[in-house]
Structures are given as structure tokens and as C-alpha cells.
């Protein structure tokens, strides 16, 4: 019987390529679009945490109420103790200090006077000491456009479209302005080591690298940090880690001092849209496989009632010749079962074949995302992140929307009467 | 003596229409015994297909006994009439009602199939029903390859292939020529004679009538005669 249920698939393209291919492609667009959202989350997260925000920051409370300002003014003293404090406490994440600020560069020609002129976001970091993790971090060496990474103090990174936008070649020399930390003016020469892509539009508009040293000594903050940063070990965020972290840090500190600039945590998902996303990554996979669901037992409803509808003649001729209502209804099942197994392969197939493309070459979308802000890292080229959800987010949900599917439309040769299916014929 | 295979006593069936009745069969008696070669004849409209369908325990009675081998059709459950049907009753159809996708041997084997025959026993089966109907050089062909006339003795085999005590043949020959008719005819006569089944035709094409031992005339669903023909073509 097996068999013949077997034949009269293979036979008749309307009982299994056209589900077949209605599955396939649900499927597969399901894989590629759950591979496709978790890589974009994953990389506006992954570079929003490594660029600005941590998997969890230390700074005291009155930056973080301020933080959009940068106000440099209003960072931690004391951070290589609190440091100190942090590994002790948290070993298993990396600690590493971040100062940023806004200043203006100025390009001199050769008299000295000023050729260009134009507004930076300067981000100071290690770049410079032997235990520096923040080159790999960042993909330093593999962003390099012109030049080399710093080897010196005084030696700066610029962005590739900023440096050409100021018409500042590798070894020239520019003057950066700003306020430091006292709110005075400082002036101080710097040289451009060579340039860098971000692949982040908000950061190839106009930022510059700079030693954490260099800025210290430049904005007189002697040991301080706007921010120290953590990150876990694995480069992936851990909420209910980083949450039990935070809770535990800021605990700990509440109550011990009265200062007002006492050092708090905050995590990823303390900033809003971070926590929009991550929200989105978490139950975007619920969401795609609900959403197809209904769609694809909608659809294969209705192509299992229209293909019923055609083959009422073959129900009456069976239930002629014997066989049982619930055996014809039962070999319906199982031929969608055939279909909902083979289309739902083929279709994750696809998606991941697909999804791998993305995720090799990446889809560059920079020019549609030149005027994102920094307060989300939008990547400048796309990239779809294949994980072992993938493997089950558009198989399962083929598999059951298509037995859904038959299943309905079986309910026809039931509610039908025998008589009546023969009077058809 | 010759089994009873169908007794019928008082039998009605009605149809609701709008808020009454439309009475299809209306007091009907009947009984058909073993290796009988009979047709209900009459127009249009008269029942014919109605006590078929009864009689094939594709639908029930109204009112009324409808015995058919000793199993009450209106006391059947769904399993029951269709067990009843697998294993004793054959049908043939007006327009064949081959499987289309299947071949002329799948055709035929599937009634056995049903039955959970072995592969070995089918396939003896199978080749013995499609030489009762000369068609073994067709076993591969689909009935879209068939003429109409192959068609028709492919629904044959598949009605004969299991030996059913009773085949139920709802106009026939009706989307036949004259000379296929006749050698479906010929084919179920031959089939009757051999193996003792009987065969029951709701028609009024008189080529059939012409083969018929035993003609049930109806009208307006009542039996308006039961009649041996003095001059059949068996005879």
C-alpha cells in the first residue's frame, strides 16, 4: 500500500511538486530570513557592544544620565584601581578603558596656516601596550586602509573617508583641538599613522583612533576613564550573566559611599535600542516559525482542498472498491507527510545555502546607511549568521503545516457522503 | 439451490427536498440469487442508481429490509459496508473510474491490495483477470493510453479480480460504440457463466438489455415489472 501511495505521488505533479515546491520555498525562505535578522542583530549588537558599549560598562551615574554629551568631566578618577576591583571580581570578563570625546582637527598646509578644518569623534583606547585587546577587538589590522597601526605615542588612526575628506596623507601632521577635563582648551600635535575602514558609516564620517595614553595626557585625566568596558571571554553577550553582574556590582556599591560619582554597571539591554534588538533576536525565531505556520497551512489548505476537489473521483473510486474512510483520510496524511519531510529538506537546504552565502560574502549596504547614528552600530555590510536554530526553524514548521494542511482538507471525504462522492464519478 | 445474494423488503428511500421528501424508491421487493445475470431497466429518474448504490452499501435504506449476503445494509456501520464492499461486491462504472496515474496492473491490483493479499497471490490474480479481459499486453499502459473499450474491460478485471459473490454495473456500455459494447458484454457473460458471480446492471441501453436474463423494470421507484425475456442472446 505503502508503495502505491508512493507511485501516485511520484506520478501526479499536483499531489507533490506543487506542495512540494510551495513547502521548499516557505522553508527555505524561513531559514534565510531567521539566518539573515539573527546575523544583522547579531553584528548591530556585536558592533554597538565592541564600539561603544560594552557587554557591560562601569562609569559613574551622572556620565551615563549624560553619556550622548561625552562628558569627559564626568569620568571615573580612579580607574586603574577600580579596575583592579573589576578583574578581582569578574575574572572572567576583559576590562579595558575607553575615553570619548568630540574635538576639531585642523589640517595645516605648509605655511601653517590652516588648510582644512572639520569636527571629530575621537575615541581613545589602548592601542599601544602589550596586553591591548582592543586591535583584534576591533578588526584593526584587518580595517587597515593606508599606513600602519600606531607604534608610538602622538600617533593617531583616521578614518579613510575622514583623512580624505581633510586631504591628510599618512605621516602628516594635524593639530586637534578640545576641551579637557578642567574645561581648558588644549592644542597638541598629532601624526596620522594610517587610515581606517570601520565599515560603520557613523564611524567612517569622521572619527580618530587614538592611544589611551595620548589621550589622557591630552585631556589631563592623569588615571582616568570615561568608561571601562567588559566583555565576555566568548564575544557573545550574556544577558542573565551581565544582568547578575550588574546587579551584584551595584549592590555591592550602593550604600558604601555617598558620592555621587560612585561608579555603577550598566549592561547591554540598559540601552534601549540594544534591548530592542536582542529582544527581537530572542523571539524572532518564535515569530517566523508562528507566522509561517498559519501562512503555510493557509496556503496548503487550500492546495489540499483544491487538489481533494480533484481527486474526489479517486476517493470515490476507492471507498467503491472498499477501502475505509479513515484509511483514505490516514493515506493523505502520510503523503503530506512525504511531501511536508521532502519539500521541508529541500527548503532548509536552500535557506542555509543561501544564508551561507550572505554570511561569506556579506551584502554591503553602506551607502544606504551614511547617515545612521552612532548610538546603534549599523554595520556596512550585512551579513546572515547561520546557527543550529536554522536547522529546525522552517523543517518543523513545513513538516506540521503541511500535515495541517491535509489534514483540513481531508475533513472533506468525511463530512462527504459516500453516495454522493459516487454520484460524482 | 442456488444462494439468495440480495433480498429486499419494502424498501424506501427518500431524499429531503426544500421542507418535504422526494421519494426515490418507494416500497420495493426484491430478490436476486446466486449466478443470476439481472438488470434494472427504466428511464431516467427511476431509481436505478439509487437501489444500486443501496445494494452496494454506498448508502442506506429510508425504510425497509436490504439484505444483501445476509448483511442488513441499513444496519452497517461505515467499517462493516465498506469490509462488505472490499471483499464481495465489484463495481462497474458508467465512465470507468480507472485510477488515471496508475497503470492497467495497478489498476487491477488494487482491490487485492486492500484485501492484504501477498505480492505472489496479486500478481496470479492480477494476470488471470486481465486475461479474462484480454488485456495482459496492456498491463503497463495508463488508462489515458486505453481506447475506451479497454478502459471499461481494464474496470472489469478490477471488479472481477477479487471473485466477488455480486458485481453491481451502472450503465456499462453507455460511453461505448456498438462493437466494444458488445465485447464488454460478451466478456461479462462469459465471466458470469464461468465463475458463477452474479451481475446486477442498472441500465436502459438495449444492448444490454438484449444480454439480460432477468430484466427489474422500474418507474417512478416502484418495480412496474419482473421479467424473464423470451429471447435473450444467452438464450
Given at each position: 500500500m505503502i508503495r502505491f501511495i508512493l507511485r501516485g505521488l511520484l506520478r501526479d505533479r499536483s499531489r507533490s511538486t506543487i506542495p512540494l515546491l510551495v513547502v521548499a520555498v516557505g522553508v527555505s525562505l524561513s531559514v534565510f530570513m531567521h539566518a539573515y535578522v539573527t546575523g544583522i542583530m547579531g553584528d548591530m549588537v556585536r558592533q554597538s557592544a565592541h564600539y561603544s558599549e560594552g557587554h557591560v560598562k562601569v562609569l559613574t551615574r551622572p556620565y551615563a544620565e549624560m553619556a550622548h554629551l561625552n562628558?569627559?568631566?564626568?569620568?571615573?578618577?580612579?580607574a586603574s584601581e577600580l579596575e583592579e576591583v573589576l578583574v578581582r571580581q569578574y575574572p572572567e570578563l576583559d576590562w579595558v578603558h575607553r575615553i570619548n570625546f568630540s574635538a576639531l582637527v585642523d589640517v595645516p598646509d605648509s605655511l601653517g596656516e590652516t588648510k582644512e578644518q572639520g569636527p571629530a569623534f575621537v575615541m581613545g583606547l589602548?592601542?599601544?601596550?602589550?596586553?591591548?585587546t582592543e586591535i583584534k577587538r576591533l578588526h584593526l589590522t584587518e580595517a587597515l586602509i593606508r599606513g600602519r597601526l600606531?607604534?608610538?605615542?602622538?600617533e593617531v588612526l583616521l578614518s579613510e573617508q575622514f583623512a580624505k575628506k581633510l586631504a591628510i596623507k599618512v605621516g602628516e601632521e594635524f593639530t586637534l583641538i578640545a576641551a579637557t577635563v578642567y574645561g581648558n582648551m588644549a592644542y597638541v600635535n598629532f601624526t596620522m599613522s594610517g587610515t581606517i575602514h570601520h565599515g560603520s558609516p557613523a564611524f567612517d564620517r569622521g572619527s580618530i583612533l587614538l592611544d589611551l595614553t595620548s589621550a589622557r595626557d591630552f585631556l589631563g585625566m592623569?588615571?582616568?576613564?570615561?568608561q571601562i568596558l567588559g566583555f565576555f571571554a566568548d564575544g557573545f553577550y550574556h544577558d542573565d550573566k551581565a544582568l547578575e553582574m550588574k546587579n551584584s556590582f551595584n549592590t555591592l556599591k550602593?550604600?558604601?559611599?555617598?558620592?555621587?560619582y560612585e561608579p555603577i554597571m550598566l549592561c547591554l539591554v540598559d540601552n534601549p535600542t540594544m534591548a530592542l534588538y536582542l529582544g527581537l533576536g530572542s523571539q524572532m525565531g518564535m515569530w517566523i516559525s508562528l507566522v509561517f505556520l498559519l501562512t503555510m497551512s493557509l496556503v496548503l489548505w487550500n492546495a489540499g482542498l483544491l487538489g481533494g476537489l480533484r481527486r474526489y473521483q479517486e476517493f470515490g473510486i476507492r471507498l467503491a472498491i472498499g477501502e475505509e474512510k479513515s484509511h483514505v483520510y490516514r493515506s493523505l496524511l502520510w503523503e503530506s507527510l512525504a511531501v511536508g519531510t521532502l519539500g521541508s529538506t529541500v527548503g532548509t537546504a536552500i535557506g542555509l545555502f543561501f544564508a551561507y552565502l550572505l554570511q561569506h560574502y556579506g551584502l554591503n549596504i553602506e551607502a544606504f546607511s551614511?547617515?545612521?547614528?552612532?548610538s546603534v552600530m549599523m554595520p556596512g555590510i550585512i551579513r546572515a549568521r547561520i546557527t543550529p536554530v536554522d536547522f529546525y526553524i522552517g523543517f518543523v514548521p513545513g513538516l506540521v503545516s503541511t500535515l495541517i494542511g491535509a489534514g483540513l482538507a481531508g475533513i472533506g471525504v468525511y463530512r462527504r457522503e459516500t453516495a454522493r462522492l459516487m454520484n460524482e464519478l | 439451490m442456488p444462494e439468495t445474494i440480495i433480498q429486499v423488503d419494502n424498501l424506501i428511500k427518500q431524499f429531503p427536498v426544500g421542507k418535504g421528501f422526494f421519494t426515490a424508491l418507494d416500497n420495493i421487493c426484491l430478490r436476486i440469487e446466486s449466478g443470476e445475470f439481472a438488470g434494472l431497466i427504466?428511464?431516467?429518474?427511476?431509481?436505478k442508481t439509487t437501489l444500486l448504490n443501496i445494494l452496494g452499501s454506498l448508502d442506506s435504506p429510508s425504510s425497509g429490509e436490504a439484505l444483501v449476503l445476509n448483511k442488513s445494509i441499513g444496519k452497517l456501520g461505515a467499517k462493516e459496508a465498506a469490509d462488505l464492499r472490499k471483499e464481495a461486491i465489484g463495481f462497474i462504472f458508467q465512465t470507468y473510474n480507472?485510477?488515471?496515474?496508475?497503470?492497467v496492473y495497478e489498476n487491477v491490483e488494487f482491490p487485492l491490495l486492500l484485501l492484504k493479499r501477498t505480492k505472489k497471490e496479486r500478481n496470479l490474480q492480477v494476470e488471470e483477470a486481465l486475461e479474462w479481459v484480454g488485456l495482459q499486453s496492456k498491463?503497463?499502459?495508463?488508462?489515458?493510453?486505453?481506447?475506451g473499450g479497454e478502459s471499461q474491460r481494464v474496470a472489469i478485471a478490477r471488479a472481477m479480480v477479487k471473485r466477488p459473490k455480486l458485481v453491481l454495473a451502472d450503465?456499462?456500455?453507455?460511453?461505448?460504440?456498438a462493437k466494444n459494447s458488445f465485447h464488454v458484454l460478451d466478456t461479462m457473460k462469459e465471466l458470469n457463466e464461468r465463475l458463477g458471480v452474479t451481475f446486477l446492471f442498472a441500465t436502459h441501453d438495449d444492448k444490454v438489455i438484449q444480454y439480460l436474463r432477468r430484466i427489474i423494470e422500474l418507474n417512478d421507484g416502484q418495480i412496474a415489472r419482473d421479467y424473464t425475456p423470451e429471447k435473450n442472446i444467452q438464450s
Amino acid at each position: 500500500m505503502i508503495r502505491f501511495i508512493l507511485r501516485g505521488l511520484l506520478r501526479d505533479r499536483s499531489r507533490s511538486t506543487i506542495p512540494l515546491l510551495v513547502v521548499a520555498v516557505g522553508v527555505s525562505l524561513s531559514v534565510f530570513m531567521h539566518a539573515y535578522v539573527t546575523g544583522i542583530m547579531g553584528d548591530m549588537v556585536r558592533q554597538s557592544a565592541h564600539y561603544s558599549e560594552g557587554h557591560v560598562k562601569v562609569l559613574t551615574r551622572p556620565y551615563a544620565e549624560m553619556a550622548h554629551l561625552n562628558p569627559i568631566d564626568l569620568s571615573i578618577l580612579n580607574a586603574s584601581e577600580l579596575e583592579e576591583v573589576l578583574v578581582r571580581q569578574y575574572p572572567e570578563l576583559d576590562w579595558v578603558h575607553r575615553i570619548n570625546f568630540s574635538a576639531l582637527v585642523d589640517v595645516p598646509d605648509s605655511l601653517g596656516e590652516t588648510k582644512e578644518q572639520g569636527p571629530a569623534f575621537v575615541m581613545g583606547l589602548d592601542l599601544l601596550s602589550d596586553k591591548s585587546t582592543e586591535i583584534k577587538r576591533l578588526h584593526l589590522t584587518e580595517a587597515l586602509i593606508r599606513g600602519r597601526l600606531p607604534q608610538h605615542a602622538g600617533e593617531v588612526l583616521l578614518s579613510e573617508q575622514f583623512a580624505k575628506k581633510l586631504a591628510i596623507k599618512v605621516g602628516e601632521e594635524f593639530t586637534l583641538i578640545a576641551a579637557t577635563v578642567y574645561g581648558n582648551m588644549a592644542y597638541v600635535n598629532f601624526t596620522m599613522s594610517g587610515t581606517i575602514h570601520h565599515g560603520s558609516p557613523a564611524f567612517d564620517r569622521g572619527s580618530i583612533l587614538l592611544d589611551l595614553t595620548s589621550a589622557r595626557d591630552f585631556l589631563g585625566m592623569e588615571e582616568g576613564s570615561a568608561q571601562i568596558l567588559g566583555f565576555f571571554a566568548d564575544g557573545f553577550y550574556h544577558d542573565d550573566k551581565a544582568l547578575e553582574m550588574k546587579n551584584s556590582f551595584n549592590t555591592l556599591k550602593e550604600g558604601e559611599t555617598e558620592d555621587e560619582y560612585e561608579p555603577i554597571m550598566l549592561c547591554l539591554v540598559d540601552n534601549p535600542t540594544m534591548a530592542l534588538y536582542l529582544g527581537l533576536g530572542s523571539q524572532m525565531g518564535m515569530w517566523i516559525s508562528l507566522v509561517f505556520l498559519l501562512t503555510m497551512s493557509l496556503v496548503l489548505w487550500n492546495a489540499g482542498l483544491l487538489g481533494g476537489l480533484r481527486r474526489y473521483q479517486e476517493f470515490g473510486i476507492r471507498l467503491a472498491i472498499g477501502e475505509e474512510k479513515s484509511h483514505v483520510y490516514r493515506s493523505l496524511l502520510w503523503e503530506s507527510l512525504a511531501v511536508g519531510t521532502l519539500g521541508s529538506t529541500v527548503g532548509t537546504a536552500i535557506g542555509l545555502f543561501f544564508a551561507y552565502l550572505l554570511q561569506h560574502y556579506g551584502l554591503n549596504i553602506e551607502a544606504f546607511s551614511e547617515n545612521a547614528s552612532q548610538s546603534v552600530m549599523m554595520p556596512g555590510i550585512i551579513r546572515a549568521r547561520i546557527t543550529p536554530v536554522d536547522f529546525y526553524i522552517g523543517f518543523v514548521p513545513g513538516l506540521v503545516s503541511t500535515l495541517i494542511g491535509a489534514g483540513l482538507a481531508g475533513i472533506g471525504v468525511y463530512r462527504r457522503e459516500t453516495a454522493r462522492l459516487m454520484n460524482e464519478l | 439451490m442456488p444462494e439468495t445474494i440480495i433480498q429486499v423488503d419494502n424498501l424506501i428511500k427518500q431524499f429531503p427536498v426544500g421542507k418535504g421528501f422526494f421519494t426515490a424508491l418507494d416500497n420495493i421487493c426484491l430478490r436476486i440469487e446466486s449466478g443470476e445475470f439481472a438488470g434494472l431497466i427504466g428511464p431516467s429518474g427511476s431509481g436505478k442508481t439509487t437501489l444500486l448504490n443501496i445494494l452496494g452499501s454506498l448508502d442506506s435504506p429510508s425504510s425497509g429490509e436490504a439484505l444483501v449476503l445476509n448483511k442488513s445494509i441499513g444496519k452497517l456501520g461505515a467499517k462493516e459496508a465498506a469490509d462488505l464492499r472490499k471483499e464481495a461486491i465489484g463495481f462497474i462504472f458508467q465512465t470507468y473510474n480507472l485510477l488515471p496515474v496508475h497503470t492497467v496492473y495497478e489498476n487491477v491490483e488494487f482491490p487485492l491490495l486492500l484485501l492484504k493479499r501477498t505480492k505472489k497471490e496479486r500478481n496470479l490474480q492480477v494476470e488471470e483477470a486481465l486475461e479474462w479481459v484480454g488485456l495482459q499486453s496492456k498491463r503497463n499502459s495508463r488508462p489515458n493510453e486505453l481506447s475506451g473499450g479497454e478502459s471499461q474491460r481494464v474496470a472489469i478485471a478490477r471488479a472481477m479480480v477479487k471473485r466477488p459473490k455480486l458485481v453491481l454495473a451502472d450503465e456499462p456500455t453507455a460511453n461505448l460504440d456498438a462493437k466494444n459494447s458488445f465485447h464488454v458484454l460478451d466478456t461479462m457473460k462469459e465471466l458470469n457463466e464461468r465463475l458463477g458471480v452474479t451481475f446486477l446492471f442498472a441500465t436502459h441501453d438495449d444492448k444490454v438489455i438484449q444480454y439480460l436474463r432477468r430484466i427489474i423494470e422500474l418507474n417512478d421507484g416502484q418495480i412496474a415489472r419482473d421479467y424473464t425475456p423470451e429471447k435473450n442472446i444467452q438464450s
